[in-house]
């Protein structure tokens, strides 16, 4: 997976404008990446410019929005799409990870990329409510074979 980066926005002068080329050299991306941002152009001027204050504003907006993404439990952060998607179907693959910790994997309504978030097993029946949960991955790691502390608690005995 990709790490997360962090633009220095430090580095774009407020005040000058910047062609697509010019700042996917000043952040060493490829021009592809900075054209999917689909930064706010200037109208008329070609090549296309932007505003650095747009682009300071841009990259604020989205830094920010990483710190706080939407929770919403049926979305995903998916990576090309930047941003929480739904799940296609609603069609998870839970994938247990050790006996705290799981996968949730789905694909992206938008792009189809397959998309993951970390869960908790402690929630595991709330997924299989609000998820199409098809697979269930590595349950061994959480099912006690069998239960020494039980007490029998019948009544009327
Ligand atoms: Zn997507």
New binding site residues.
Partial sequence: MKKKRTYNVRLVKRHRSYTLYAIAALYDLHINAVRRWGLPCIDGEKPQRVHGSDLIAFLDARQRARKNPCKKVTEIY?F??RKQ?SIWENAVDLIILNPKQLNITGL?N??G?SMFKMGSIQKLEEYQKIFHVQTVQGEHLIQRSDNPVMCDLKEGG
Wanted: aromatic residues 0%; proline residues 12%; charged residues 10%.
């Fill in positions: 998916c090309p799409c998607q992206c938008e792009c990329t």
